[in-house]
């Protein structure tokens, strides 16, 4: 079955960092893209970056720039995304979801169920 | 930064009633719009891309129009299952943003 199955819910302090995991299944991992999307609780959706797991390239949006990391393990079918330097302001779920295809990578076809990261 | 513009906010409608919502881009992002629904404590389930190209699997009642900077989603027939938050995004330029959401509720 094609899903991505993301890691479980994080309790964090303000300043430290949290890596959050995402496993593809059911398909090539590094023919798409994975993005990561943020959304505070009853929010919109607020689009972190993206990685391309074919080369590792990753794309970050200038908000993020300097605390957000992108990496994947094509090995393990996995992308992870690592915040750091972590406020209040970061309590939100985060979701991975799968790019589709060419020319419309940078949309998605597929997501993850969430990972809610709670700073306190 | 393009800035998406959903509307309405939020609408009240019926089982079986048609309803539309529309999102305006800041600037013109050709087709690389796409169209999104939420359901509360669910991840987003995505419908559109290419702003009327359904995914597969996506229902028919579902469809997607507009170019430039001016889209609509239409809903016919609308059912229990379909009241639900809906969430443009536009994939013309980094970084990617959303429009703000248009909830449809009962």
């Known amino acids: 079955q094609v899903q991505l199955v993301q890691s479980g819910a994080e309790v964090k302090r303000p300043g430290a960092s949290v890596k959050v995991s995402c496993k593809a299944f059911?398909?090539?991992?590094?023919?798409?893209?994975i993005h990561w999307v943020r959304q505070a609780p009853g929010q919109g959706l607020d689009w972190m970056g993206r990685i391309d797991p074919n080369s590792g390239v990753t794309e970050y949006a200038e908000k993020f720039q300097g605390r957000v990391t992108m990496t994947t393990d094509t090995s393990a079918k996995t992308a992870y995304m690592e915040l750091s330097g972590l406020t209040s302001d970061d309590t939100d779920f985060y979701y991975c979801?799968?790019?589709?295809?060419?020319?419309?990578?940078?949309?998605?076809?597929?997501w993850g169920q969430g990972t809610m990261v709670t700073v306190s | 930064e393009i800035q998406m513009t959903q509307s309405p906010y939020s609408l009240g409608a019926s089982v079986g009633d048609r309803v539309i919502i529309t999102c305006r881009a800041s600037q013109d992002i050709r087709n690389y719009l796409a169209w999104f629904q939420q359901k509360p404590g669910k991840a987003p389930k995505s419908l559109i891309y290419g702003a009327s190209s359904l995914l597969t699997g996506v229902p028919w009642k579902f469809r997607g129009s507009g170019s430039g900077t001016d889209f609509t989603l239409t809903i016919d027939s609308l059912q229990p299952e379909d009241f639900a938050t809906y969430y443009c995004?536009?994939?013309?330029?980094?970084?990617?943003?959303f429009g703000g959401g248009t909830k449809v509720d009962i």
């Open positions: 059911g398909y090539t991992f590094i023919d798409r893209y």
């Open positions: 979801a799968r790019g589709y295809t060419w020319p419309d990578k940078d949309t998605f076809d597929l």
């Open positions: 995004q536009q994939y013309y330029a980094y970084p990617l943003t």
